[in-house]
């Protein structure tokens, strides 16, 4: 009997282990569903569908090794500098499924537990839909970059409040990015049917002549899914008011059709605060060491700052860079405190961009500084080089051309605003640092401004030479030298002669 007993015991121990085995069905079918399927899908950008099992076990071996290396899903923010609400990363936990599952055979299991695939195609993804319109049908007008406008009447009588913002190309390959805007006032929604909206000049968000007329709201991006507005906030959209939506359809597709669907969804919820979205950091007004060229078969870090005029609570962040670009590095400064907040460290990916949204809302205050550092790859390495051999590369909208934005989304600061939580599970350590932890050094000019003979007072944690260099208010270098501290405390030097 005992005998008997172990067996039955062992039978059924090795039967419960079998039955809880990785397979299609009962795990890995999800993971890629809720990660993947997004962008591989019929219609979509990614090279192959993964909408069901036949589609997932024929391309295993590639799924396994590109899910190991943590390519895929896409994701270029680096997590160790900031963190994300609702960052599209596996854990090492989905990583070991899909190692299992593979090595395992690649076995379904039960397809009637299988989850079901998300239906996508055309079909709206949000939870409702208040409004829904398609852009006109257009056929692509120029073999390089060609970029449109489009008028849509929001059909309001009266104010609302978008929580939702969904835009579903009608042809994907052939367009690059959207911008949607709201026209308040009509006047640019004439201007484009009247055909005087110069868009040789506008051909993307930039401040200045009738764009300045025009709020923007969001848009669409390379990989992006629907964009929710964050709790506790909206755009507000004035009755009888227009969505105006820019498309830029990429260089190649000339005389291929377009008809892009704009969906939202309204909130109800009258306590909302309206959010503002900004390219607050641009190379065209920004920029400390321009022009933004980049030589031929070299590498350059280029470098923006944009001066906080007043508090403002920051909600999410979105870089933008063209084909040259290889990485984004954006943090914030307090000039009294020396403390600096890390906002992104983007490794770049022109094919997976993306709108990021802190997992809490970050303060900074009036005087605080935005610091951007952009980083240019223009040699052979780079794959997405669009030259071969490398050309210089100058600034410009143009997809062959080379850009350093920043957007950001923010509102007017009220106390408790870093309260508000948007994503708990990424929450990170406050990412605030102390410049003494960094080893950089806290300093201040006076008087300020200054000419030759001023005074450079400095925060000093250690001796040593220290390779120093002043530059202008609009952004020149005027001089460079070494200083040689001899104390280990705040330091008071004459400045030397200084060139104009």
């Not at 809490?360 to 223009?378: M, P, S, V």
Request: aromatic fraction near 10%; glycine fraction near 6%; hydrophobic fraction near 35%.
């Amino acid at each position: 009997m005992k005998n008997f007993l172990s067996t039955a015991s062992l039978l059924f121990f090795t039967l419960c282990a079998f039955s809880q085995s990785v397979t299609y069905s009962n795990k890995v079918a999800g993971i890629i569903y809720n990660n993947c399927t997004t962008c591989h899908r019929s219609g979509a950008l990614a090279p192959f569908s993964l909408e069901n099992y036949k589609d997932a076990y024929s391309e295993r071996y590639s799924i396994m090794s590109a899910v190991q290396s943590k390519v895929m899903p896409p994701w270029s923010p680096d997590a160790k500098y900031s963190r994300f609400a609702h960052e599209i990363k596996l854990s090492d936990d989905d990583i070991s499924a899909i190692a299992d599952w593979v090595s395992n055979g690649g076995v379904r299991g039960d397809s009637t537990t299988e989850p079901v695939c998300p239906q996508f195609a055309d079909k709206s993804q949000l939870p409702s839909v208040d409004y829904s319109k398609r852009c006109d049908k257009y056929t692509v007008a120029k073999p390089l970059d060609d970029f449109h406008f489009f008028v849509l009447p929001s059909g309001l009588t009266q104010d609302a409040l978008i929580s939702k913002i969904e835009l579903l190309p009608g042809n994907k390959k052939i367009v690059h990015h959207i911008f949607v805007f709201i026209d308040s006032t009509g006047n640019f929604a004439k201007a484009v049917e009247n055909g005087t909206v110069d868009t040789s000049v506008n051909t993307n968000y930039v401040t200045g002549g009738n764009m300045n007329s025009i709020k923007l709201i969001g848009g669409y991006l390379p990989g992006a899914n629907y964009y929710t507005v964050p709790d506790a906030f909206t755009f507000r959209v004035p009755a009888n008011s227009y969505y105006i939506v820019q498309i830029h359809y990429a260089p190649g597709h000339e005389g291929e059709s377009d008809s892009t669907m704009l969906n939202l969804q309204y909130s109800k919820n009258t306590s909302l605060r309206p959010m503002d979205m900004q390219p607050l950091l641009d190379a065209s007004t920004n920029l400390v060491n321009g022009p933004l060229e980049i030589a031929a078969n070299s590498t350059k870090t280029f470098y923006e700052r944009f001066v906080v005029p007043d508090d403002i609570s920051l909600i999410s962040i979105t870089p933008h860079m063209h084909l040259i670009g290889k990485r984004m590095k954006v943090y914030a400064l307090d000039p009294v405190t020396a403390d600096t907040i890390k906002l992104i460290d983007d490794y770049w990916n022109f094919h997976w961009q993306g709108m990021y949204t802190f997992p809490k809302a970050i303060h900074l205050k009036a005087n605080d500084i935005i610091f951007a550092e952009g980083t240019y790859e223009n040699t052979t390495a780079n794959t997405d080089n669009p030259n071969n051999p490398p050309q210089e590369i100058v600034a410009g909208n143009s997809t062959l051309k080379e850009m350093m934005q920043v957007f950001f989304c923010f509102v007017p600061y009220k106390g408790g605003d870093e309260n508000i939580v948007f994503d708990s599970s990424a929450l990170a350590p406050t990412g605030i640092e102390k410049q003494n932890e960094q080893n950089t050094i806290g300093c201040r000019i006076s008087p300020n401004p200054v000419n030759s003979g001023g005074n450079l007072i400095l925060d000093i944690q250690q001796k040593g030479n220290y390779n120093t260099s002043v530059y202008s208010m609009d952004g020149r270098e005027v001089s460079n030298y070494i200083l040689n501290i001899n104390a280990d405390t705040r330091t008071s030097i004459t400045l030397p002669e200084l060139t104009s």
